[in-house]
Structures are given as structure tokens and as C-alpha cells.
């Protein structure tokens, strides 16, 4: 049983401070929801590392939205609905594609300097978009000036206060109704911040598996955290593995976007042939889940580690403006994009479930709300369309914002006592040594090709692991661990209990899509194991 909490505290003799609001994260959701809620309440954003390190540091491809006169909201949703196979939530959808552009006009006024050609809004296309609706920043360096945008304004606003390196061990929730949260400070010091609304944006999940285009800072907290508080946590089953990642000796995984396919790059086999034909009408800009499957079965077919992507045909002028920073990188081990073909292969990249929140970003605990890729907004479905996560966050975070206003402020001292019913006394194995072992079980046993027997071999060994939760922890990366534990326990769970493939869910037993019993989402709860939802994807 995992617990509620993961430590012992007395609220009582810890440090106390008050705010309105606390901000858990500083990618994209964290740092818009701090700015804009700091403008009619105080904020304290907490960080685990350095202000500008988070996923959307590293998104590459681009930020989608309707801005081009032959585009539309229609259309996009009907992408977005496609891409998701049937577990979308249509009113999220609907959400999305109608103040996404908004949203993209919000990021300009904060300062983001999207790339222009011609006096207009530069665009490309990625993968299952019927139309060129993605803008891009320097190129493919999109995530990064949106955060340094982002962070310049949180740098200086009056009513954020940035504590950074400092990780949040859980939310405190009594009856139902999150009061804040336990803090540990760099120094190892505890103190309790009290909030009227507590915001996850912590992010993804990419550091559960041992190949990942994810930082180091991916590792799944938020939705441990939510979980033990008692929220809802949907779709854990539905990982989304980028189909290119650098693949070559010495380079870490490095994304290859969508984008560089959308510009006309092509797959290869280890033989030189091309192969998407095979797998589907839309060739390279097929959804990724086909993609990254097809990869593999061209790895196996030909006994090779990766296959090549080629976009030779563009000039290097082309490629170093359009693509500066993948050019730049695989110079650096000697792959000129120009000239050479590119080794790629699948890397887990992005989590479509997480915590279920409502259209307003609130979860079912009530003052705890969660935006970008640790929520479940209902909007990415089984398999996220590209690009669709970076205005997801700003959309649904404009949302909560809006929601936090219409919240009474917390009355009241909150006095709790939480101690752990047992301790072990067994010697702890070193963390790394451990993160790693669960990194390589969930390739190993819970990756891109699933079915019964890796399953429950594979939760046969999470579960190994569980005394962790005996234990007495003290460090931050023994939060860590207890959290990707927690996650990956509820992705296996959920990935026994879905008996059909969909999606980026693909079981080899059961390889074909059964919308007559499988058309619904998992939810998990920390006391009442695994509830279905229908989904209202029409």
C-alpha cells in the first residue's frame, strides 16, 4: 500500500508560511500560471532545480495553433481528435483549439519572439496536421525562448516569490481539500506553506524509462504527489515514445523533431530503403505511436539498433536556419545533417495521461489543480497530436487562474500530526543503483510493445521495490525514487487492465482496437484501486 504521505511531520512545530498561491514547476504552465495569478495574489513558485531547467526547456518542434487563414479550429480538432483515437474529451478539444490562438497572442505579449517570414508568423507541420499551424522560436528552439520569455517576467514580478532547489515532498489534503504544502529546503530544513490553491506543473515522465528526450527533472512527482492526496489519476497507460531520438555512440538521446520530417525528411532502414509505406498512408507524418512502432519492427526486421533519418535534400543554408540547435549538436559527434544520415531511435517522450482535472484545471481534490503534461486535461487522448502540450498549458492555465478567483480564502490554523506505522531496518540500496533498475525494467517490461507476460514480470519486479516505502526518507532523491516507483506501478497497472492496443498503448496480445469494451479511460485512486469513464469522444 503506498501511503499518503511520505514522512513523518507535525505541522505544528514545523515553519509556517502563507501565501495565496503555491506554484509547483517552472516549465510552461508553472511559470505562465505564476505570472498571471501574481497579478491579484502573492505566489510562491517552487522549483527543484534551477529556474530555466524543465521539459519545455527542451521542446524543439513548436507550439500549435490556428493563425493561418487557411486553417481553422475545425480543423484542428478534427486532427487532435484523430491523433487522440477516440479518448479525447471533446469539450477539451474544443477548448484547445478555440483559445489556443489566444493563448500563442499571451506568449508574444510576455515577450516570446516567435520565428517571422514575410511579415507574418513563420509555420511548419508535424506529424497528423492537415495543415501548417506550428510556429516556431530561433528555429528549433521554441521551448527555450518561451521559458526565457516566461522566466524574465517571473525574475522580476512583484508578487512571485521563486524558491528554487527546493523540492516539494507532498501536498497536505484534509478531507478532501488540499490546505498546501511539506517543503524540504536545500539545507534539508522542512517548513509547511499554507495556500488557498496549490498548482502541479511538474511536468512529464520521461526518467521512468532508461531511454528518454526528457531532463533529468522528469520523474513523474506530480503525479505520485496527487496521487497519494487522493486525486484521480486517468490514462497512466498511454506513453507517447518519440520516434526519433539520436541514437549514436557517446550522444545522449537527443530529440530530432517532428519538425525536421515536416520539412520533408524521410526514414531509412539500416539497408537504405525507405519504409513508412508499409505502415501507413501518411508515411513519416503518420501519428507518432505508428511511427515509433514501425521503427522497432525495422530494427527487428534487420537486426540493427536504429534506423536513418534523411534530409540531405536541403541544403545546409536551410537546414543550420531551420534547425540550428539539432544541426549544431549532431556536429558535435561528427553527424553532419546536411551530408549524413541521421541514427534515430524511439525514446519515451511525452505522459498523455496524468492527473484528472476538470475544464478548469481544478483535480478532484479540491483547491489542487494541475496544468501541462502532469494533468490529464482530456485533451491529448490516447496519443497527443504534436505541439499540442505547449498551448495546452498556457489555454487551461488562463483557465485556472480564472478558477482560483472565484475561490473563498482558507479560514483557519490546520494543526496535524502524520507518523509512518513502520520503519525498516534493512540497509538501503544506493538510489542510482536503483533508478536504474527501474529505468531498465520499464523498457524491458512495460515499453513500446507490451503483453501479459512482461507485464507481470515487469510489475513482479516493481513491486520488489516497495519497501521503500518502510523506509526513513531523508534526500531528495529518495523522494524521487518513491515517486517514480508510484508511477510506474499505476502505468503497469493500468497497462494489465487495457486488453486492446490504442493508441500509443500497444499489446501484442491484443493488437487491435475494441471500441465496443475499451472506448473509456482507467482511473486510478489511491484507496479505491481502478474505475472506468466513458469517453465522450464522438
Known sequence: MIPQYLVDFDLQ??????????????GIAGLYTAIETGKDRNVIMITKNALLESNTRYAQGGIAAVTAEDDSPAYHRDDTLMAG???CSSAAVDVLVNEGPEGVQELIRLGTSFDVENGELALTQEGAHSRRRILHANGDATGFEIVRALAAQVRVHERVEVWEHHYVIDVI?????CLGALVQRP????????????ILCTGGAGQLFRYTTNPDVATADGIAIAYRAGALIRDMEFIQFHPTALCYPGAPRFLISEAVRGEGAVLRNIKGERFMAKYHELLELAPRDIVARAIVSEMEETKSTFVYLDITHESEDVIKHRFPTIYETCMNYGLDMATDWIPVAPAAHYMMGGVKTDLNGESSVARLFACGEVSSTGVHGANRLASNSLSEAIVFGRRIVNRIKELAPLTGELSMIHELEQRSGAPKQAVIERRLKLQKVMVRYVGLRRNETLLHKG?????????IFDAELTRKEEFEFANMLTSCLLITHAAMERKESRGAHYREDYPHKNDAVWRKHLLLHREDEIMEEFSDDV
Open 187 to 198: 539545507d534539508g530544513q522542512r517548513v509547511y506553506i499554507q495556500a488557498a490553491a496549490t
Open 85 to 87: 483515437a477516440g479518448l
Open 459 to 467: 510489475m513482479d519486479e516493481l513491486k520488489r521495490q516497495l519497501p
Open 173 to 177: 489534503s484534509v478531507n478532501n481539500e
Open 13 to 26: 512545530s514545523l515553519p509556517c508560511v502563507k501565501t495565496d498561491v503555491i506554484v509547483i514547476g517552472s
